[in-house]
């Protein structure tokens, strides 16, 4: 293990006592020297000494005599002043529960002016070698997505951390659908940023993914119409602010949907690769997806809840109830080109988790600016007779190319989903009663195995394809019996991908391996997420306030 060296060491004052304060180039940890400090008493039997690693420090600034006054009334305090004059404050990623992060406070108060501009210069200089870091955001604002909160939760809970982190933004509030995709596509001067940020649901995330992609490939002369064109990857990061009515790649990506754990992701400057999977008719392109490709069931829910955007995130409830209730079915043929051996199977328990290890197994096929290398192409990988053929009467076919977790279903539509392993989870749910279809749908919010049902099937695949059977297509009006009755909404069905409607029902799809890098790093584990009671705030652990003096 390389040897820590110390570039600071110095006895300073925090709160009412001393503390011995070290910062190294991970690490800046502080303790304190006298035993003036009760443990805390919470259920965390805390230590006496606090660490803050220097990846997760958000700012480090000479503390204003104002916030030092506001903070400062007590008679302790006041004298803490007198004999410690100069103090820095230094923000720093607080972990909570369920996977939210909070940016906390401590501030270190000095005796001499040349020691407290020391200490602040010599941590900002460590800030500065993570080059990992954003300097510069482009922010794209849905002010219309979810429950139209996506301005504001900007401007107070995000915008402030950008400023404290100094990072630029440029912001652009979007006037109309495809706004974002747009200039991203044309317009934007992508030179000068290290990022992309959007504030709001999936829809708008699917907006900047389109508006990269398509950049890129243009610049590139890669061809997005030829289904087996090799997607050069995006350069710049993608920032979800969640402000939507779903938010399931935010949620999968990160653990939960909350904005101010989002912006802290992207100020820390986190790298999470992802897969895309794009979909064809024919040679044409369609779209691209990451999270749900949903044909039947969700696809009629999409389609359905369109009709009632204004009630916002509850248009998917009452759209489920109704096609719920509707009970459709839909025939054809999927057929799919099976994932390689090694990389696991939808039921095998392993979750992907941030550093997931069947991830980093495909990350060898890319290198880190990600050039395929020559080991990817293997060949007669693709070969026809690896193609596995279904044909059926389905309820709903589903292809997850992440879990899907979100919200309403914590665990998601497939658990075991990976977010960058190449592969998509084929989800076949066929025709079976309303009672056995409502118990598939409950388990997607318990405990249970929902692939666990004798008309459900999954599969882990590079590629598929799905053909709808055409000679049993009849029009609306040649029904004799109401649709209701005979299965049929509408005669084909259409499959939702990530939230928009397909213009095509017979589509080609196929999984690029990690075409985008995200600013988070996947679902923490729940040591991960245990800290040490560091604390000017309640301790982290127990959430109990510090039993300072
Ligand atoms: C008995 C309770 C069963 C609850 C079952 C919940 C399963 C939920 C699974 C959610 C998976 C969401 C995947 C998200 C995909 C997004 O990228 C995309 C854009 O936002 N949304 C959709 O494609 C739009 C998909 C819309 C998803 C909303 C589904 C709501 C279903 C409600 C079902 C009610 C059945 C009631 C039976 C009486
Ligand atoms: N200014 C705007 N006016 C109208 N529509 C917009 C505007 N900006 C973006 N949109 C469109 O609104 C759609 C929905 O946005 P968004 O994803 O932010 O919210 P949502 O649909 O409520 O959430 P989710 O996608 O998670 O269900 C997007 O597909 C986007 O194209
Ligand atoms: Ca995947």
């Avoid at 007779?385 to 997850?400: V, Y």
Wanted: charge should be negative; charged fraction near 25%.
């Amino acid at each position: 293990m390389e040897k820590q060296v110390t570039l600071l060491s110095s006895q300073l004052f925090q709160k009412h006592r001393q503390v011995e304060v070290v910062l190294n180039r991970s690490v800046l940890a502080w303790k304190p020297v006298e035993k003036s400090r009760k443990p805390c008493s919470g259920t965390c039997d805390s230590v006496q000494s606090y660490s803050v690693e220097v990846c997760e420090i958000v700012a480090v600034r000479k503390t204003e005599d104002d916030d030092q006054d506001a903070a400062q009334t007590g008679k302790h305090q006041k004298k803490t002043k007198q004999l410690y004059p100069y103090a820095f404050t230094v923000s720093y990623v607080r972990r909570t529960r369920q996977h939210q992060w909070r940016c906390s406070e401590v501030t270190f108060h000095c005796a001499n002016q040349a020691l407290c501009e020391e200490w602040v210069q010599v941590t900002n200089e460590q800030l500065s070698l993570l080059t990992n870091r954003p300097k510069s955001l482009l922010v794209y604002i849905n002010p219309f997505g979810g429950k139209r909160h996506g301005k504001r939760i900007y401007e107070q809970k995000v915008a402030p951390m950008f400023r404290l982190a100094g990072i630029a933004t440029t912001v652009i509030v979007t006037e109309r659908a495809n706004h974002a995709e747009d200039h991203l596509k044309t317009e934007a001067n992508l030179d000068k940023y290290d990022g992309v940020v959007c504030v709001g649901g999936d829809g708008m995330f699917s907006e900047v993914l389109h508006g990269l992609v398509a950049r890129t490939q243009n610049d590139h002369g890669v061809d997005q119409n030829q289904p087996d064109a090799e997607l050069v990857p995006c350069s710049l990061r993608i920032g979800i602010i969640p402000a939507g009515s779903t938010d399931c790649i935010c949620f999968a990506t990160v653990g939960t949907n909350d904005p101010v754990t989002s912006a802290l992701h992207i100020i820390v400057g986190d790298s999470q690769p992802m897969d895309v999977c794009s979909v064809h008719h024919n040679d044409v392109f369609l779209r691209y997806s990451v999270s749900l490709l949903g044909y039947g069931f969700y696809g009629d829910v999409l389609s359905d809840s369109e009709r009632n955007r204004w009630l916002g995130p509850a248009r998917y409830d009452l759209a489920g109830v109704k096609t719920f209730l509707s009970h459709n079915y839909y025939e054809g043929t999927v057929s799919f080109l099976p994932a390689e051996d090694d990389v696991g199977n939808p039921r095998d328990k392993l979750q992907c988790r941030s550093g997931c290890s069947i991830c980093q197994h495909n990350r060898s096929s890319k290198d880190e600016h990600g050039d395929v290398s020559e080991e990817k192409e293997k060949p007669g990988k693709d070969d026809s007779s690896d193609w596995n053929e279904i044909h059926g009467k389905f309820i709903a076919i589903n292809a997850a190319n992440m879990s899907c977790a979100c919200p309403r279903s914590p665990k998601g539509l497939s658990p075991f989903a990976h977010l960058a392993d190449g592969n998509a989870d084929l989800i076949l749910v066929r025709n079976c009663s309303r009672l056995d279809f409502f118990k598939h749908l409950l388990r997607h919010t318990n405990k249970d195995d929902q692939f666990d049902h004798p008309f459900v099937e999954v599969h882990r695949v590079r590629k598929f394809r799905f053909e709808p059977e055409c000679h049993k297509l009849v029009s609306l009006e040649d029904l004799s019996e109401p649709p209701t009755k005979t299965g049929y909404s509408t005669p084909l069905g259409s499959w939702s991908c990530d939230g928009e409607i397909l213009p095509e029902v017979a589509i080609q799809v196929s999984v690029q391996c990690q075409l985008i890098r995200l600013f988070a790093r996947g679902i923490e584990e729940q040591q991960q997420q245990q800290q040490q009671c560091v604390s000017d705030d309640p301790c982290t652990l127990c959430a109990l306030e510090p039993t300072t003096d």
